[in-house]
């Protein structure tokens, strides 16, 4: 699974889609799955949100195969390769119509409330689903878009067949995905949670929406912080060295920074969609710094392997990386003895837990930040190293399932939660409690005593 739930796969879906920030778009969801996913990258980009409103015109004994697609302004779109491979009559299809059209219009009437569209004469309107399979209704929403004045059109989903913009045509000017993987059977196959989105939930995603002043996005990927209200930015300035470590035929970039009198080194394995940029890794990395310890902070993948989304979401491979990084860094001079711990996020916390059961791995410690530590597999009793598991308290399927990791573990762990937190541990203070829990647990673990008996 790529994607908790279709809130997750909408921030990740936004960052691939930053340079249409601060421009004039308009996000536009498909109903209802859609929408969920539309939210979290209208926050994101701090643009409007509304619905397209198109229905599925699904074949009558097998309605999860689309045959075709309706939506506002009688556009209509049909798929003739599925209605011939399937036989479908053309009463048949008429009757599957009026009965969506029906549908379509008394959604319209409960979503808005009364509420007109949003213009999108002259905008950029970016269209965004839960994924593509068919492609119908997804063809039929840019057209509706394109009917209604759009001057230009983004198609944007988290996941899609390879083949997916040949499927397209020309109804879009853009398409954006993050992911095309070879084996795609059906959308949901790549979300943890991909439960029927309800009328009541696009209602409150839309109401949430108009509700957000314009203006008020967060500082990049978060909000500013508490005290003197730094922002994640300024989280960068620390001492360091860019590092290159040589893997093979690979060549990986990172950061390197080993304070004076450093008691061990940590080194970040980031999260899907991440990289050794990432402002919360940063920002967690300064407080460790400041903390007395040092942090690497690197990329697992070459510019061109991350063109393979695939390779994005290989525990083993990332595992691997992680693995030969922390060889590299144990031959540092300014690293010389130093005891080595993993702070893992999102999905890359499974990559840190595999990599620390490795049987020489010699890890003090590890910390997971909102993790997917399920990623590890059968390696996870196998992990030797004292493992803190830090959840937000609103990010609920994460703590179920780090709960459900927590109980396959044999060595000293302990389950920390954020009350409050949700995923990205956006609120305010959140992240800084992330990374207090993170250095104490660090620096206990990291003591001289505590480094003797990690196998140093």
Same mark, same amino acid.
Request: proline residues 4%; charged residues 30%.
């Given at each position: 699974m790529l994607f908790m739930d279709r809130r997750d796969a909408g921030r990740q879906l936004a960052g691939s889609l930053r340079h249409l920030e601060g421009t004039e778009v308009v996000v536009v969801g498909l109903p209802r799955g859609g929408v969920p996913v539309a939210a979290a990258v209208a926050e994101a980009l701090n643009a409007p949100l509304d619905v397209c409103l198109v229905r599925k015109l699904g074949v009558p004994f097998h309605s999860e195969l689309g045959m075709g697609a309706i939506g506002e302004g009688g556009v209509r779109v049909?798929? $003739?390769d599925v209605v011939r491979m399937t036989g479908v009559t053309e009463d048949e299809l008429a009757g599957v119509e009026a009965h969506e059209r029906e549908v379509l219009?008394?959604?319209?009437?409960r979503y808005r409330g009364g509420r007109a569209p949003i213009g999108l004469e002259g905008r950029t309107v970016l269209v965004v689903d839960d994924g593509v399979a068919t492609g119908s209704t997804a063809r039929a929403a840019c057209r509706i878009a394109r009917a209604r004045g759009a001057a230009r059109i983004v198609l944007a989903v988290p996941v899609a067949p390879r083949d997916w913009t040949e499927r397209m045509?020309? $109804?879009?000017?853009d398409y954006v995905c993050p992911y095309t993987p070879r084996d795609f059977y059906a959308i949901g196959q790549f979300y943890v949670d991909f439960a029927q989105t309800d009328d009541d939930e696009v209602v409150a995603c839309l109401a949430e929406a108009g509700d957000r002043p314009a203006g008020s996005r967060r500082t990049r990927s978060g909000p500013a912080l508490d005290g003197d209200r730094k922002t994640y930015e300024e989280a960068d300035n620390v001492a360091g060295r860019d590092a290159y470590i040589q893997l093979g035929s690979a060549t990986l970039r990172g950061r390197l920074t080993v304070p004076e009198g450093a008691a061990g080194v940590v080194v970040f394995a980031h999260g899907s969609g991440s990289s050794r940029h990432s402002p919360r890794n940063r920002f967690v990395a300064a407080g460790l710094n400041r903390a007395g310890l040092g942090t690497l902070l690197f990329d697992l993948l070459t510019e061109e392997e991350e063109a393979d989304r695939a390779n994005v979401f290989d525990t083993g491979l990332l595992a691997g990386r992680l693995t030969d990084a922390t060889g590299w860094l144990r031959e540092q001079p300014e690293c010389e003895g130093?005891?080595?711990g993993y702070f893992g996020a999102s999905t890359g916390a499974g990559a840190a837990l595999w990599s620390a059961a490795e049987p020489d791995a010699r890890i003090a410690a590890v910390v997971s930040r909102g993790g997917r530590p399920d990623l590890a597999g059968p390696r996870l009793p196998e992990v030797t190293?004292?493992?803190l598991l830090v959840v937000g308290g609103d990010d609920l399927q994460?703590?179920?399932?780090n709960r459900a990791a927590?109980?396959?573990?044999?060595c000293e762990n302990r389950l920390a939660v954020v009350p409050g937190a949700t995923h990205l541990f956006d609120e305010t203070g959140a992240l800084e409690r992330v990374t207090e829990l993170a250095g104490a647990w660090f620096t206990d673990h990291m003591t001289p005593a505590a480094h003797a008996t990690a196998g140093f």
């Open positions: 049909i798929n $003739d219009d008394s959604r319209a009437r045509g020309s $109804d879009a000017d130093l005891a080595v190293a004292p493992t994460v703590l179920d399932l927590q109980s396959r573990l044999h």
